[in-house]
């Protein structure tokens, strides 16, 4: 049974600084990996895919890895802002239409 | 705005109540779902509908009731739930893929129902 751990589970840091959010998961047959952002009060909103066959992906200030055959994936959030403050959430997929998501990463970026 | 909307986005109700959620989409999705989300768990996907038919049911308890009249509209029909039942109720749309079956690949989720069950 797939299980998607994320650390920490939560982060405060100062605005400016560049993190880094972990995702593991134990079965490596996964179709994809989406990193999604919840804020309070609102839905998910998908920030990026990764297919199986790639090994990361970029969106302005955001960069995702993804290293199959270790079940692991980074989120990497440059030069964050309080705007950046959300829960941001790791989901991984196989053979079917189903996400796996794991607990989440409570951020918060102070001024 | 995700295209994908919920009624209520607040609801309390007692253990005899019975209550329905609601979901819209308005992206022509013909793959439509439920998830909860409780405190400090991760979301679980409850039902999967495609086209209208359910293709997945995840072991949810039967005071839980869908039903899909179309491929835009999703409801999830409340009775007799228990205090544990309390979370946030989320739905989500996706087109189809290639083989025709729902796909993970773009969903979008509406802002979900916080729900209290006293």
């Given at each position: 049974k797939q299980e998607v751990t994320q650390i920490p589970a939560a982060l405060s840091v100062p605005e400016g600084e560049n993190l880094v959010l972990n995702c593991s998961f134990t079965d490596s047959a996964i179709y994809n990996l989406q990193w999604f952002r919840q804020d309070p009060g609102?839905?998910?909103?998908?920030?990026?895919?990764?297919?199986?066959?790639?090994?990361?992906?970029?969106?302005?200030?955001?960069?995702?890895?993804?290293?199959?055959?270790?079940?692991?994936?980074?989120?990497?959030?440059?030069?964050?802002?309080p705007g950046d403050s959300a829960t941001y959430l790791c989901a991984v997929s196989g053979n079917t239409d189903k996400l796996i998501f794991g607990t989440g990463t409570r951020l918060q970026v102070f001024p | 705005e995700t295209g994908v909307t919920q009624t209520p986005r607040h609801l309390v109700m007692g253990m005899t109540n019975k209550k329905s959620l609601k979901c819209e989409q308005h992206l022509g999705h013909n793959a439509m779902y439920?998830?909860?989300?409780?405190?400090?768990?991760?979301?679980?996907?409850?039902?999967?509908?495609?086209?209208?038919?359910?293709?997945?049911?995840?072991?949810?308890?039967?005071?839980?009731?869908?039903?899909?009249?179309?491929?835009?509209?999703?409801?999830?029909?409340?009775?007799?739930?228990?205090?544990?039942?309390?979370?946030?109720?989320?739905?989500?749309?996706?087109?189809?893929?290639?083989?025709?079956g729902p796909t993970t690949d773009t969903q979008y989720f509406g802002p979900g129902t916080r729900l209290t069950v006293l």
């Open positions: 609102k839905g998910l909103t998908s920030l990026l895919l990764i297919q199986s066959s790639q090994r990361e992906q970029t969106s302005g200030r955001l960069n995702a890895s993804l290293d199959k055959s270790s079940g692991r994936s980074t989120l990497y959030i440059a030069a964050s802002q | 439920w998830y909860k989300q409780s405190a400090k768990k991760p979301l679980e996907l409850m039902f999967v509908y495609n086209f209208k038919e359910q293709t997945e049911n995840n072991s949810v308890p039967s005071r839980f009731s869908p039903e899909c009249p179309n491929s835009s509209h999703l409801f999830l029909h409340l009775h007799t739930l228990q205090p544990e039942d309390s979370a946030l109720y989320l739905c989500a749309s996706s087109p189809t893929g290639l083989a025709g």
